[in-house]
Antibody
Framework: QITLKESGPTLVKPTQTLTLTCTFSGFSLSTSGVGVAWIRQPPGKAPEWLALIYWDDATRYNPSLKNRISITKGTSKDHLVLTLTNTDPEDTATYFC??????????????WGQGTVVTVSS | DIQMTQSPSSLAASVGDRVTITCRASRNINNYLNWYQQKAGKAPKLLIYAASSLQTGVPLRFSGDGSGTDFTLTISGLQPEDFATYYCQQGYNNLRFGQGTKLEIK
């Protein structure tokens, strides 16, 4: 059974760096065809994909955030970290991590965490 | 940058109805299109991947079609639990989501 859970601060001041952790179980990020993504959703808006890391350590980033965002595997095999620098109130959102299944050329997010709410405000 | 446009933005229907939601890409994305369902306060749930493949465990009343720039999600025989917001997501380059279609009870 695949599960994912996000953790991190609920409140961040503008210009600070946001660091979120995704802890997962039920799969290995070393298995071919597997990835983990970060997706966020501002209140009342559509989801926005942020970043994706694959079993082979390859990464993809949303071009609109590429200079501010980083996704890395954690020190243990069951978690990874998202870092977002120079935060702004527009980064206020629910942040989700999700298991990604690579089926041919398309990535789809088939299992999601419950999400963690982050507010950027002074 | 490929834009995804969903229509309608909201839709009212009754239990038992057949409904279709459309997603249009600003340029050819082959079949690199996923559909998700999201209920209030919950994470999105994958329904359809690669435009027409049903995700394991998703009821057969959900179906997807399309290729290139025009895609549809059809729900045949709406059930009470289907009233939710639906998003398309392109898997071609920046994995962008559409703006959503809110399906409400008539």
């Amino acid at each position: 059974q695949i599960t994912l859970k996000e953790s991190g601060p609920t409140l961040v001041k503008p210009t600070q760096t946001l660091t979120l952790t995704c802890t997962f179980s039920g799969f290995s990020l070393s298995t071919s065809g597997v990835g983990v993504a970060w997706i966020r959703q501002p209140p009342g808006k559509a989801p926005e994909w942020l970043a994706l890391i694959y079993w082979d350590d390859a990464t993809r980033y949303n071009p609109s955030l590429k200079n501010r965002i980083s996704i890395t595997k954690g020190t243990s095999k069951d978690h990874l970290v998202l870092t977002l620098t120079n935060t702004d109130p527009e980064d206020t959102a629910t942040y989700f991590c999700a298991h990604a299944e690579v089926r041919g050329p398309i990535d789809s997010f088939d299992m999601w965490g419950q999400g963690t709410v982050v507010t950027v405000s002074s | 940058d490929i834009q995804m446009t969903q229509s309608p933005s909201s839709l009212a229907a009754s239990v038992g109805d057949r409904v279709t939601i459309t997603c249009r890409a600003s340029r050819n994305i082959n079949n690199y299109l996923n559909w998700y369902q999201q209920k209030a306060g919950k994470a999105p749930k994958l329904l359809i991947y690669a435009a027409s493949s049903l995700q394991t465990g998703v009821p057969l009343r959900f179906s997807g079609d399309g290729s290139g720039t025009d895609f549809t999600l059809t729900i045949s025989g709406l059930q009470p639990e289907d009233f939710a917001t639906y998003y398309c997501q392109q898997g071609y380059n920046n994995l962008r989501f559409g703006q959503g279609t809110k399906l409400e009870i008539k």
